[in-house]
């Protein structure tokens, strides 16, 4: 079992920054790939970014590609996401995921488990 906890999110201008993290409990963090997703009102949920076990492994959607980071501190059983170059279209939910598998965190409907999610709201 893995319980994931988002903080950071906020209304911010835009062109500003956020930094998003993801607290995630018991002792084999290390062993899940991580996933970032957002969900705006009326869409459908989609994928931001991913990061290996290790971290050294990291992928990102094209839309935020070059305007955000994903990194992870596995001492601190704490995933990151730090945006920068905000725009309004990136005002969603963003939850933070985890899965065993690296290539299969990046579907939404292979996640085992979720976050419950923090908003982001970037104001033009």
């Known amino acids: 079992q893995v319980q994931l906890v988002e903080s950071g999110g906020g209304l911010v201008q835009a062109g500003g920054s956020l930094r998003l993290s993801c607290a995630a409990s018991?002792?084999?963090?290390?062993?899940?790939?991580m996933g970032w997703f957002r969900q705006a009102p009326g869409k459908e949920r989609e994928f931001v970014a991913a990061i290996g076990g290790s971290g050294g492994l990291k992928y990102y959607a094209d839309s935020v590609k070059g305007r955000f980071t994903i990194s992870r501190d596995n001492a601190k059983n704490t995933m990151y996401l730090q945006m920068n170059m905000l725009k309004p279209e990136d005002t969603a939910v963003y939850s933070c995921a985890a899965h065993p598998s690296y290539w299969l965190v990046r579907g939404a409907n292979n996640i085992d488990y979720w976050g419950q999610g923090t908003q982001v709201t970037v104001s033009s």
């Open positions: 018991g002792r084999t963090f290390s062993s899940y790939a």
